[in-house]
C-alpha cells in the first residue's frame, strides 16, 4: 500500500489549493477513493470520495460547493481542488481507498501516507 500526498500549504480564507495523491496502482486504480482530513486535537474525519472510474463523487456537507474530487487513473493520481477556503479547512490531507459507512465513509485500508498540511489563516 503506497500512499503520498502533495500539494499543502500555508493560504489565505477564500483561497485555493490543489492537493494531489500518487498511488499504487495495482491496489488502488479499481477502488473507490478518498480524501480525509485530521485538525489538531479531532479525530479524522471524511472530505470527499470518487468511484473508482470517476463518474461519481461524494461530499462531505462541510466542503460541499467548494472543494471537487477527481482521478486520473493513467497517471495512478487522485486530486483534490479546493476553493473559498476557510480557516476551518485547516488539517492534514489524507487519501486512501473509501468504503461506505453509515450515511458517510470511511477508509478501507489502515495504511495512510505522510498527509499534507493545509494552513488557511483568517
Known sequence: VQLVESGG???????S?????????R???SVAM???????GKDREYVAVTTWDGGSTFYADSVKGRFTISRDNAKN?????MNSLKPEDTATYYCNAAKRSGLGYTNLFNTWGPG?????SS
Do not use: D, E
Open 77 to 81: 493520481t487522485v486530486y483534490l481542488q
Open 27 to 29: 491496489t488502488f486504480s
Open 9 to 15: 500549504g500555508l493560504v489565505q480564507a477564500g483561497g
Open 17 to 25: 489549493l490543489r492537493l494531489s495523491c500518487a498511488h499504487s496502482a
Open 34 to 40: 478518498g480524501w480525509f482530513r485530521q485538525a489538531p
Open 116 to 120: 499534507t498540511l493545509v494552513t488557511v
